[in-house]
């Protein structure tokens, strides 16, 4: 079968890594995969290259800024141009913004199978409050509402990430039956365990030092429980650092009262990233009870379970519940206080640290939560959901 995945973010960032993902586990099972993206440079023309088995065409933006999320003009120009001359069985389009939906619309008018992905709230309620500036929110909540609301009856079937989402489509009125709840997938390809010892050997850490550590960005909401957590921690205990690993467009140095308590890498590697994750002797998801943040499976929870170190986690959205079924974790009330209690256990328990890690491994090792497995789940959604319209 011949398969479209249209994706508006760039290359390498965002809902991009989990359809290269999903690609990558269906190209294993047969099937031949085409990765329709934005390009991460702005290009005159569109590029083409192969990964992985998987077909990936670049298509690039008019300008840098806000329209790169899927709004530029140029860009839908060009992939409208570019589907018209490729030949589909199936289209699966992630998310519903313009330069997704309407290619995808175009190919279902040519009689290929249309499915939609839904990985993330964006609209009224979600992570478009989030944003800083009243002004972008005011302007930009009606599109984002009609985009990510109004084609999610036309497809033959929905992926939904988490439970928030499937339950909204359904509010919606898509068919409880055409809904697929789709988690990433929890192993991490090219990802060898690093010790702790080796990893900050390799980084110049202190071997003795106590690191909580933290991958990419994160909301304004996130930022600020973070800097709380970190504040208070200072208080109590001068021996625990942080470490933040990535970027994020909302720092937390400047939330801090001591900025010299936290490490921020800045952008890095691959390599780099699985290494200072490492370095960690505890991961952290400090996410607030907000819809963005119920309505997301962040993908950094795969790289943590990867990394086999304990998580601790606030109570929102679905990560909580298989930390707490596979006990490779805390999870916590989503307040400085409980965070830090959370830490200083953990710090206090060695032993506790080394079963939740061990734990956390022992998850991003099982094949039911493989890539492959969603990949198995999609394939047979597929096949389902095109026979019962025949």
């Known amino acids: 079968m011949k398969v479209l995945f ?9 809902t991009y890594l989990r359809a290269f993902e999903l690609a990558r586990a269906l190209t294993r099972l047969g099937y031949k995969i085409t990765i329709l993206a934005s390009s991460a440079q702005l290009r005159k023309k569109p ?6 088995g998987i077909q990936i065409l670049e298509v690039s933006d008019l300008i840098n800024g806000p329209t790169r999320s899927g709004w530029d003009i140029y860009n839908l120009i060009t992939r409208q141009r570019i589907v018209k001359q490729l030949d589909f069985d199936l289209v699966h389009g992630f998310e519903s913004r313009p330069t997704v939906i309407y290619p995808a619309l175009a190919l279902q008018k040519q009689c290929t199978s249309l499915f939609l992905d839904w990985a993330d709230w964006f609209g009224s309620g979600g992570s478009i409050e989030e944003r800083p500036n009243p002004l972008i929110r005011m302007l930009l909540r ?3 509402d009609f985009f990510e609301t109004h084609y999610r009856k036309k497809p033959l079937g929905t992926t939904a990430i988490c439970k928030a989402l499937a339950q909204r489509a359904i509010d919606l009125g898509v068919p409880q039956k055409k809904i697929c709840q789709l988690p990433n997938g929890f192993d991490v390809e090219n990802w060898n365990p690093i010790s702790i010892e080796k990893a900050r050997f390799q980084l110049n850490l202190d071997s003795n030092q106590f690191l909580v550590g933290y991958l ?3 909301f304004p909401k996130d930022a600020n429980l973070m800097a709380n957590t970190i504040n208070l921690m200072n208080s109590q205990n001068q021996r625990i650092r942080f470490l933040h690993v990535g970027h994020s467009n909302y720092p937390i140095q400047l939330r801090m009262e001591n900025a010299h308590n936290i490490i921020e890498t800045g952008l890095v590697d691959f390599q780099k990233m699985q290494t200072y994750l490492s370095a960690c002797d505890v991961l952290l998801l400090p996410f607030t009870n907000s819809l963005a943040n119920n309505g997301r499976f962040p993908l950094k929870f795969s790289n943590y379970l990867a990394s086999g170190r304990p998580i601790i986690a606030t109570q929102v959205g679905d990560i909580p519940s298989y930390i707490e079924a596979h006990q490779c974790g805390i ?5 400085p206080d409980a965070l ?3 830490i200083l256990h953990l710090q206090d328990y060695p032993q506790v640290r080394l079963s939740y890690g061990q734990s956390a491994l022992a998850l991003s090792n099982h094949p039911n939560e493989s890539w492959q497995s969603r990949a198995k789940t999609l394939m047979k959604f597929y096949i389902e959901k095109i026979e019962s319209e025949k």
């Not at 249209?6 to 965002?14: A, E, K, L, M, P």
Request: aromatic share 6%; no cysteine.
């Open 331 to 335: 999870v916590t009330p989503a307040n």
């Open 6 to 14: 249209i994706v508006f973010n760039q290359i390498g960032r965002g």
């Open 142 to 144: 009606p599109f984002e």
């Open 216 to 218: 990419g960005s994160l």
């Open 340 to 342: 830090v209690q959370a």
């Open 47 to 52: 590029k083409t290259n192969r990964q992985n």
